[in-house]
């Protein structure tokens, strides 16, 4: 079961009803981080000492403060936004509040914005859907449009997989072409450009070369399967026995081998 109470953050809610202060609101529109929040909220400095400069806070490492919370101030100044003291309880147009003393809803926030700056959506007051959502699309076309692209990176993920695996399977044909091919040519060797002898024509070199790709291709299943392996003692059975390989023929698989897996080396 799973308990998905205990990963609820209830991050809507939060939003809704924080009270915040015009300074902090106007950082977190700035998007600095939780980390420095406090830091910078303890350094920010009003425009000025008096009139409306002391309802507009700055900071040197934030230049979007003053803009943002000067758009604040002036929502407040005009009534187009609520604000109260410390718990942001709205106060009556008459009822004067010190600029340092007032706060406001996320909520109300959220609303004036949406209005006042349709395009802007801070991560503190809109959630996934709504910064990703235009006006025009609602939220169930884009839930749909997000369906439809997570099922498509789904089937891009499984296609590079399978791509993935059988470029593993050429790399790993082609090393072993490759190590073949310089067993032939160790045991063939040219003279004067010409190749003396066809290996293909020796049933006993395509025996072993049966048995060498058969080798290369279990050898990993038995590996894992062991506690240890042992290139005279239990290799040498698995290939004689499984395998099917004499003495002699198991003595090249294992140089064969080597050349794969770095333990026989």
Known sequence: MTETWKDDNCAAIKAHYAVLSIPKAAALWCCVPDDYLEKIL???????????????????????????????AEAIESGELSHGREDAAPVASSDHVA????HIFGRDLKAWMEKAFPNEKPAFLFDDIEQNSHSSISAESYRALK???????????????????LRDEKESIEAERDAIKKIVDDAFPASNGKVDAAPQD????????????????????????QRKVQKTGNLQEWLTTVIEANNREAE????????FYQELR
């Open 99 to 102: 600029y340092e003393r007032r």
């Open 202 to 225: 020796s049933q006993y070199w395509n025996k072993l070369g049966v048995l060498a790709s058969q080798a290369i291709e279990k050898y990993p299943a038995w590996r894992d399967s």
């Open 147 to 165: 369906a439809e692209r997570d099922t498509l990176k789904s089937r891009l993920d499984a296609g590079l997989e399978k791509y993935r695996k």
């Open 42 to 72: 303890s350094e920010v400095t009003q425009l000025s000492e008096s009139g409306f400069g002391r309802g507009v806070w700055c900071h040197p490492d934030v230049p979007c403060l003053e803009p943002r919370s000067r758009a604040i």
């Open 252 to 259: 090249i698989i294992k140089n064969i081998l080597a050349d």
